[in-house]
Each structure stands twice: as C-alpha cells, then as structure tokens.
C-alpha cells in the first residue's frame, strides 16, 4: 500500500490542484448462498474500526491472481465452502475519492463445507437467512458499504431477494389520516 500525490488541472492554464489516493490491491467481495438458501456471514475484529463487523467472505486479490480465483480461494479459506458455480456481478470502485483499487464482486452457488474446516484464529462463520441479512444491515450490525453493494448486485442480477419493509411516505400518510378525520366529522 502506498499514497498518491496526483496534480489535476480542470481547464488549460487553470489553477493545478494536489489530489491523494491510496494505491492497494484489488479485493473480491463474495455472495454466496448454500444449498439450503443460508448466506454465510464472517464476524472478524477490524483494526480500523476498533470493533468487530459482520461482513461477507471477501479478500485481497493477490499478485498475479485472477479475481475468480481469488473468490474462490477466499470463500473456502473463511467458510470452509466450496464454489459450485461461481456468477460474476461486477468490477467496481471500493471509493471512488480515495482509493484506486478495484472491487471484484461474485455471486457463488456454494457446495458443502469441507469435513476438516477450522475456522482462522479471530474469525466466526454463521450460516443466516436472506431476511437476517436484511435486520443486520437496517439495524446498523452489518455496516460494510461495500458488501452491501455487493448484495445489492446480487439482488439485481436476480440470484438474491432481501425481504423489504413497506412504509408509507409521511406526507402521504398525513393525508390519509386528515381525509379520514374530514370523513368521520361528515358523518
């Protein structure tokens, strides 16, 4: 990892201005799904965070490796799954205004789980529900923007559906209820 120092010019002979990025390694982001419809989710103490998070599977691509490879690599070193069918979703940007990596994100089709999986020291592995996913990420226990965006893929490219809340908007809702006090006073 390194920084970047990169001087932009907007429009000829303008003002340059300094710009910094962090120069790292491409990660892949993983969505797998078992045969019997579980999403495993890995609970790792982050440094940065000074806290532990739910995540996905999800890893550093290294040297010379392909993502696909990387994906799975990463999903049998945390989960102990095997990739059955491996569906790209997508090459996308970790931060567009900081980081210059790219994101590799994949839908997996798991197999079953090795016999002699043991987990990393510091690393928990749960097997959850689609709608356990969806109570993690709106009661703010499964934080990591970019595997949301990676379920989000999932879920656009139609191999997942996260269970939704249906709420009214708040100004309709103040409409609904003045139309029936107006109905109740005619009556």
Known sequence: MSLIAREVEFSRGAQTHIFHAVDQADYVSIVPLTPAGKIPLV???RPALEEF???LPAGMVDAGERPIDCCRRELMEETGLTAHRIHPLGETS?????????????????????????????????????AEVARLITSGNFA???????????ELHGFLSLPRKTRRPARKAALVRKKSRIARKKN
């Open 94 to 130: 970790p931060c567009t205004g900081r980081l210059n990596n790219r994101i590799y994100s994949f839908f997996v089709e798991t197999g079953e789980r090795v016999a002699d999986f043991k987990a990393e020291p510091g690393l928990t592995v749960k097997l959850v529900s689609p």
């Open 53 to 55: 998070s739910w995540e």
């Open 144 to 154: 990591s923007q970019l595997h949301i965006g990676a379920l989000l893929l999932a």
């Open 43 to 45: 609970w790792q103490y």
